[in-house]
């Protein structure tokens, strides 16, 4: 079946540092992926697409990579903020793109 | 939280009892979707619609129904027959005009919890 896992442990970064988060797929053939941001208790907030002939994506201080290959796919936040703590969510569609998959999420601290 | 609203922000059920959960969207969105999220887990599709009068079941449908009388409205009755119905449930909208690869826009959550 279609599996999508992301770093289940929360990850803790020192302000000014490179968070990287990973998304990992398996049994999919994504056309494209996108990362979210959800802070607790609302919904989640779009930040960046990718598609699959796409090797690299940057907005502002975001940096998303992917690579159909390993079928993976990795998150920075450069030059991190406490700001930026938050859960990061990763979804895969396909090309109909009638249904996306999201995964479980990482939640990211990030200190002063 | 982009032009979708959802009502109530928490809601309180007993068991047995149906609920209905109001989403509405003002973005002339055609697609709609409901996703339920547990602790530590993923969003999971509940149901989905891309035009009026017509929806799918997602990977999680059994104990809910829905409806799509109108394109702005997409409300989500969880029923008794639901059996672990206390959870966080979102809805979303996309806009199908932009292709394949557009972004959902996701409501502020209800928080439902059976008493």
């Known amino acids: 079946s279609q599996k999508i896992e992301q770093n289940s442990e929360a990850l803790n970064i020192q302000e000014g540092k490179t968070a990287t988060l990973t998304c990992n797929y398996t049994n999919y053939s994504p056309a494209y992926l996108q990362w979210y941001r959800q802070d607790p208790g609302r919904g989640p907030v779009f930040l960046l697409l990718i598609r699959e002939n796409e090797k690299e994506k940057r907005k502002e201080r975001l940096k998303v990579t992917f690579d159909t290959t390993l079928k993976q796919s990795l998150f920075h936040i450069t030059a991190s903020q406490p700001a930026d703590s938050a859960t990061y969510l990763c979804a895969l569609a396909d090309s109909s793109a009638s249904k996306i998959i999201f995964g479980s999420g990482t939640r990211l601290s990030i200190r002063p | 939280d982009g032009g979708i609203t959802q009502s109530p922000k928490y809601l309180f059920r007993k068991e047995g009892q149906n609920v209905t959960l109001s989403c509405e969207q003002n973005?002339?969105?055609?697609?709609m979707y409901w996703y339920r999220q547990d602790p530590g887990q993923g969003l999971r599709l509940i149901y989905y619609?891309?035009?009026?009068?017509?929806?799918q079941k997602g990977d999680i449908a059994e104990g809910y129904s829905v409806s799509r009388e109108k394109k702005e409205s997409f409300p989500l009755t969880v029923t008794s027959a639901q059996k672990n119905p206390t959870a966080f449930y979102l809805c979303a909208s996309r806009n199908q005009a932009g292709g394949p690869s557009g972004e959902q826009f996701f409501g502020p959550g209800t928080r439902l919890t059976v008493l």
């Open positions: 973005l002339n969105h055609d697609a």
């Open positions: 619609s891309q035009i009026v009068n017509d929806f």
